[in-house]
Nanobody
Framework: QVQLVESGGGTVQSGGSLRLSCAAS????????IGWYRQGPGTQRDVVAT???????????HYADSVSGRFTISRDNAQNTIYLQMTSLKPEDTAAYFC???????????WGQGTQVTVFS
């Protein structure tokens, strides 16, 4: 049974930083394409950052335009955990953040419970 558990969210002032973690069990993340997503109030869940394992290219990292230069996605294969380092946070970054695979799975069982990030000005 695959389980993804996000943590590290919180409430911070604009300009602050947070580091989110996503611990996986039931599956090894080292060869998987993975991503961080977020869902704000009344909005759909959007991709924030991804690490894709592409044959012949190795890892390819991509960021949404809104977070490029401020967020960094990484993974620790030994810990079977992925991270999202977030800096220069803005109020518009306020959302529930989720980790999962990429492309985003449709099965809800492949998603964690999320971790809330709130940024106030």
């Amino acid at each position: 049974q695959v389980q993804l558990v996000e943590s590290g969210g919180g409430t911070v002032q604009s300009g602050g930083s947070l580091r989110l973690s996503c611990a996986a069990s039931g599956i090894a993340l080292n060869a998987a394409s993975i991503g961080w997503y977020r869902q704000g109030p009344g909005t759909q869940r959007d991709v924030v950052a991804t690490i894709e394992d592409r044959d012949g290219l190795g890892e390819v990292i991509h960021y949404a335009d809104s977070v490029s230069g401020r967020f960094t996605i990484s993974r620790d294969n030994a810990q079977n955990t992925i991270y999202l380092q977030m800096t220069s946070l803005k109020p518009e970054d306020t959302a529930a953040y989720f980790c999962s695979f990429f492309p985003p799975p449709t099965a809800e069982a492949m998603w964690g419970q999320g971790t809330q990030v709130t940024v106030f000005s």
